[in-house]
């Protein structure tokens, strides 16, 4: 046999055994769990069914129709899902963020891998759809996904008529800190022609914390503020954030626009985020 055929084969063997490697790859890891809604989300878009979820805290009308039924893991900071019940769900992978990090080494420990998917920007949203569909060997239909994520996108960012400043809040308790343009919140409100009153401000974790006094002096258009804390006091943090007396001589609040959001849009990343950008618009900003 001559070379050349020889290299053929060789050639041909090889593509046989990586997708031999790839389906197999894709075959071990068919058993996940996604503690975000973004990746939950992505997932069921990719057509895999997680065997588990993390809980929703708000937003629970955005996930997708493919999750009903999907077993829901409870959520406690700072690590995450319970580990006795995440093992009864025995997975391979698990799709989990920085949120969580602090429970990864024992998610580790249980022979599960642990995978930290998490947007923080617009556009982060396609790109990370990508990797998931590697992760799970749907390359080509996670591909078609995120192109037209980024198509609609594109459409949703240019809709925008108007940019008028806001201060992005985050409410813990009763202390505010402004998300910054590292923040998802930040970035998304700037994606739906938003201005951030940001600059000068530093913090960690895409979050600086702030006085009511910095609020008024930076006298925004528009105020959305973001309730944070257990879900009992949610209520009680969200009628203190919409009627805050220290912002009342805000322009924000004379034009009766201060906004509280409590969706988990500002906070978490979602498949859809051209739909998101479209909600900012529409709900807060008014400017389509």
Known sequence: MTRRPLRALAALLAAVLLVGLSASAAQAQSRIVALTPFTANALAGLGVKPVGIGQQLGGHNKLVKGLKGVKTLTLSHPLGPNLEHLALLNPQLVLSSPTWRKGTQGMKELGIRVVEIEPTRVNDVPRQTEFIGSLVGRRAKAKKLADQQRRHIRVAKKAAKRRPTVLLVLGVGRKPYAFLPSSWGGDLVKAAGGRL??????????????????????????????????????????DYLRNNPAWKNTKAARNNRIYVSTDNTMLQAWTSAARSIYDVQTKYLKNR
Do not use: C, W, Y
């Open 197 to 238: 009153l940001t600059q000068g401000l530093k913090g960690s974790g895409g979050f600086a914390q702030i006085s009511d006094e910095i609020v008024v002096k930076r006298n925004p258009d528009v105020i959305i503020a973001v309730p944070h804390g257990t879900p009992g006091n949610i209520p009680q943090i969200t």
